[in-house]
């Protein structure tokens, strides 16, 4: 997955979780991902 669209679908998880803490999980999880990718 390209990083454009990677942070597309972070986007589109943060706009449907209205909780912080959800989002914040969801982003370190991501982060994680593409740290493990290269």
């Known amino acids: 997955m390209r990083y454009g ?8 998880e943060i706009a449907a979780q209205p909780s912080p803490v959800d989002v914040a999980d ?4 991501w982060v994680a991902e593409a740290r493990a990718r290269g």
Do not use: F, I, K, P
Not at 5 to 12: D, G, I, L, M, P
Not at 26 to 29: G, I, V, W
């Open 5 to 12: 669209e990677a942070a597309a679908t972070v986007a589109s």
């Open 26 to 29: 969801d982003l370190a999880d």
